[in-house]
């Protein structure tokens, strides 16, 4: 290389990205000193969680409007990687274009917080939140609707195949949780139900 004139440079890029590294991992909460959402598109909250179908794992992450509790978006994949977190967005994206300004609140998992999912984020005027270290309550909704996901689906069918868990999920969340499964904190009504009274106001 030195004969030919050239030069190494991977210090220079070692200390981009671990700038970049440092950058995302000081992404701080900031939903949690934010009032409630009074509109769709003005918080939405993220996660992932795993499925056994069989004697594998699949992965499913998730996008819901804080707003409604409705889930705006969805992905599964054999592995638990940048890939499901940025299609669960891309589909959020397309169901709900959203104007800048929006804050999206996830935990601080390196699917979250990996460069590419960060660019899409900054790409549509999105403000990055996220859990403080050790506090995973912090996404409490997430964690609810996993709970919910679990016992009222998971738990109660055997999955024949890994499409017929994807058919059973997509049913569940597409047309039963978003459009008929009530909400205390919604007064009692459905995600797409509770959206809809807010149009009417």
Same mark, same amino acid.
């Given at each position: 290389?030195?004969?030919?004139? =050239? ?7 070692? &200390?981009? #990205? ?8 000081? &992404? ?5 000193? #934010? ?5 769709? !598109? ?8 795993? &499925? ?7 992965? *499913?992450?998730? $996008?819901?409007? *804080? ?9 599964? !994949? ?10 669960? @967005?891309?589909?959020? %994206? ?9 804050? %999206? ?11 590419? $999912? ?12 996220? !859990? ?16 919910? =996901?679990?016992?009222?689906? &998971? ?30 904190? @919604?007064?009692?009504?459905?995600? $797409? ?9």
């Amino acid at each position: 290389m030195r004969e030919r004139g =050239l030069k190494a440079r991977c210090s220079r890029v070692y &200390i981009k #990205m671990a700038k970049l590294h440092r950058f995302y991992q000081s &992404i701080k909460n900031i939903r949690k000193d #934010m009032p409630k959402p009074t509109a769709v !598109n003005e918080q939405w909250a993220g996660d992932l969680t795993y &499925i056994r179908q069989g004697n594998r794992w699949l992965y *499913l992450a998730v $996008v819901i409007d *804080l707003y409604s509790r409705k889930v705006i978006g969805w992905s599964m !994949n054999h592995r638990k990687t940048t890939a499901v977190t940025m299609a669960s @967005l891309h589909m959020a %994206f397309r169901n709900r274009k959203p104007q800048a300004g929006l804050v %999206f609140h996830t935990d601080r998992g390196a699917e979250y917080r990996a460069h590419e $999912v960060q660019s899409l984020l900054s790409k549509y005027g999105v403000t990055p939140s996220m !859990n403080r270290p050790g506090h995973c309550t912090d996404n409490a909704e997430m964690e609810s609707f996993f709970h919910t =996901l679990k016992g009222e689906l &998971i738990k109660s069918n055997h999955f024949t195949s890994e499409w017929d868990l994807r058919d059973k999920v997509a049913g569940y969340v597409q047309h039963f949780y978003n459009r008929f499964r009530l909400h205390s904190s @919604l007064k009692y009504l459905s995600p $797409v139900e509770y959206e809809g009274r807010a149009k009417e106001a």
